[in-house]
Nanobody, 126 residues
Framework: QVQLVESGGGSVQAGGSLRLSCAAS????????MGWFRQAPGKEREFVAV????????HYADSVKGRFTISRDNAKNTVYLQMNSLKPEDTAVYYC???????????????????WGQGTQVTVSS
């Protein structure tokens, strides 16, 4: 059974940094796309970033480009989201997600992702 477990959330002031981790287990993820989504109160869950496990290609939402970096550690089966220059509007629950149906044209769609973590709260104060 696939499990995705996020960690690393917390509270930080605007301009600060956090690094989220997503530990994946239960199968081989070599052909998977691993993404991060976020959901703020009263808003829909939105795409943040994705990395293709094999090859390491990445995509980002425009709102986080230049501030967030997604990466993976093959040996640890872990995906990271380094978040710098955080803003109050980055406040949300952040979710890790995985899909074997990754494509360069559908990576941003929630429905593509089969597996989800439980989420971790990120709060940015002004």
């Amino acid at each position: 059974q696939v499990q995705l477990v996020e960690s690393g959330g917390g509270s930080v002031q605007a301009g600060g940094s956090l690094r989220l981790s997503c530990a994946a287990s239960g199968r081989t993820f070599s052909n998977y796309g691993m993404g991060w989504f976020r959901q703020a109160p009263g808003k829909e869950r939105e795409f943040v970033a994705v990395i293709r496990w094999s090859g390491g290609s990445t995509h980002y939402a425009d709102s986080v480009k230049g501030r967030f970096t997604i990466s993976r550690d093959n040996a640890k089966n872990t995906v990271y989201l380094q978040m710098n220059s955080l803003k109050p509007e980055d406040t949300a629950v952040y979710y890790c997600a995985g899909t074997q149906y990754y494509t360069d044209t559908s990576y941003y769609a929630r429905g593509v992702y089969e597996y989800w973590g439980q989420g971790t709260q990120v709060t940015v104060s002004s």
